[in-house]
């Protein structure tokens, strides 16, 4: 199994910034793509952004493009989503998630392990 632990979630103003945190632990032999999705209150969980293990190439929802970055710490086993220009509708709970799949699905079930979610709250 492998654990995830997500931080760096918070009150931020419209227009600013935030990185979350994942750190990966357990038998993560397993894992070829780590992801974030979130969930806003009253609508369902959404694919967010992706990073292959294999090759380091990177999938964005197109709302994300542009204002967000994905990036992996290999000596610490962390991944990283770097939000800039964050708005209000980026207000949600987000979760870190691992995928034996390779990088490209957006699917929940196509994700084996998450964690515990981290909240941002973005003011208007």
């Known amino acids: 199994q492998v654990q995830l632990v997500e931080s760096g979630g918070g009150l931020v103003q419209a227009g600013g910034s935030l990185r979350l945190s994942c750190a990966a632990s357990?038998?993560?032999?397993?894992?070829?793509?780590m992801g974030w999705f979130r969930q806003a209150p009253g609508k369902e969980r959404e694919f967010v952004a992706a990073k292959s293990w294999i090759d380091g190439s990177t999938d964005f929802t197109d709302s994300a493009k542009g204002r967000f970055s994905i990036a992996r710490d290999f000596a610490k086993n962390t991944l990283y989503l770097q939000m800039n220009s964050l708005k209000y509708e980026d207000t949600a709970m987000y979760f870190c998630?691992?995928?034996?799949?390779?990088?490209?699905?957006?699917?929940?079930?196509?994700?084996?392990?998450w964690g515990q979610g981290t909240q941002v709250t973005v003011s208007s």
């Open positions: 357990g038998r993560t032999f397993r894992t070829k793509t």
């Open positions: 998630a691992a995928s034996e799949f390779p990088i490209g699905t957006h699917e929940e079930g196509d994700f084996y392990s």
